[in-house]
């Protein structure tokens, strides 16, 4: 073997008169930790993709043909096809959130995290390539939903742009939130009870299955509260046409939520909370 | 051209205390040159593998300037952390990704492009004799392939400057004298190395530069070559009953005047004391006392040899089973 003279690698490391060149470490690194995420939803497909598509055919299946055909209607459309958006937001809030917080929180469990953290990337890039991974996942198993939903009911998309922007939004958030997760965690029960019961509830009390005219004026103003509920109907509205907020609120509160969190992670991070001694 | 010896790594009054006021660190001075291979002794519990977190900003110190090739970790951390590679105490391999990945992506977060970094990935990979188990996943390596694995990702970026955190504790003999081998061959590279230990046969064998630490202090920073001299010879102090002016030669001996009234003189162990007391008559000195001066360095490598056996990685290796032991890598 031999180990070369290693500053006589022509690959600058750190040495050149005006330091690294931190532009294209990172980008390099954060195109690294895209496709090392990516690489590792479809390496474990079995555990990341097709548990997710069985729930929801799952979910079609008894919500939508058999129980959905004698509810008959709701806000406008048959059953099915209501629910259908919200099945499929449902899957990429539990499934971004799911891929960060599992991937995440394995590397720090693993201590392989520790790879990047000694390396020169930015923590921004790291959040970056882990929201990457979410979104991918997210996205992936909303097509497969996507799909699944068209046996059971007729899709139109009657908006594409707002739908599109407002699922890879959606991503991105549930991704951050995962990561937030993670990066608080110390144990596998502290990852399994956020889902459990925060984000399952939200999730199901987020308009997935009714539409919020159904409440009393009381339980409307409590169920407003829920930003989940916002993203499933600019979600709907961006599909069917329909739906029971105002589409401005709905990106207003996403972004807000967006921006805010990744600003928290980048703080944590930063500060070394949760990764460092 | 320069001729100025650069300062590989430069630590200045160095301190961590910890959650819960666990001093780990108290205040280190300690200066690495370029291109030496430089060992940091201590027994467990002395503050290494700390000092290295500290270096390697995965631990937050809590005063103190660090500086790593002239760049101070928290002014310029990009180009700092630019140049060391890290091998660290506990195995900290994503121990489902395959070997040839880990290398690749190790040189992506350094920004070395893919093209190159599959080059790389395949030459340091060859070089710890693991290219036959490139696609292999991390978790199917024994010991001490992880062990040289994580070499040859520190590698894998070609850092300037190598830190290895007690590679070759709990690795059996001929593993440990092939590392021995490589770490020659990359350092009279030129790479510059750090290595912590507690074999003290290992450091003597190896490395130019010694520091020693013991409870968060460094007790002894000299050349190995010194260092081993102070540890064979047992330094006597010697009470006269007149007082003297200059230390007295004595021939085959180091004499040192503490007071007026008081000698050291050192004393190689296979040397014997017969032939001091000689020396001592000859030049009619009269002695009233004589004590053996207390030796922290030798107290420490008692120490040091009592804890040789302590198992290095086992808390993290039970930490991690879980995982391994369930071949569920999604969490949740
Ligand atoms: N994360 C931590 N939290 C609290 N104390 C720690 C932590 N890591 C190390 N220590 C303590 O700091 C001291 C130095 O430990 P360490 O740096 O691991 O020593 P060495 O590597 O020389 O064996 C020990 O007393 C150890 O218990
Ligand atoms: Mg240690």
Redesign the interface.
Known sequence: MSVDRPYESNFTNGESSDGPDLFSINLVGLLTIVRREVRRVLRIWVQTIVPPAITMTLYFIIFGSLIGSRIGEMGGVPYTTFIAPGLIMMSVITNSFGNVVSSFFSGKLQQHLEEMLVSPLAHTTIILGYIAGGVVRGLAVALLVTLVASFFTELNIAHPMITISVVILTAIVFSLAGLLNAIFANSFDDISIIPTFVLAPLTYLGGVFFSISLLSPFWQKVALANPILYMVNAFRYGMLGSSDITLSTAFTIILFLLFGLFGLTLFLLRRGIGIRS | MRYVVLKALTLKNLRKV?RDSIVALSGIDLSVKEGDFFALLGPNGAGKTTAI?II?????KTSGTVSV?G?NIDK?????????G?V?Q????????RNK?IL???A???????E?AKRRAEK?L??VHLWERRNDIARNLSGGMKRRLMIA?A?V????LLILDEPTAGVDIEIRRSMWE?MR??ND???TIILTTHYLEEAESLCRNIAIIDEGRLIENDTMVSVVSKLQNEVFVLTLTEPIKEAPILEGYTVRLRNNQEIEVEVAKEQGLNGLFEEISKKSLYISSMRSRSNRLEELFIRLVENKNFEATAS?EL??K??INSD?????
Do not use: W
């Open positions: 910890y977190g390697t900003s995965l631990v937050n090739f760049h310029e951390p990009e180009a700092a952390k630019a140049c060391i890290i660290p506990e195995v900290n391999l994503n121990l489902f990704e990945d690749i992506n190790q992506g977060y350094y920004g070395v492009p893919r190159e340091y060859k070089a990702r590698l970026h070609e850092p300037r490589l061959k990359i590279g030129g790479m993290n930490k991690v879980n995982i569920k890598e999604e969490l949740n």
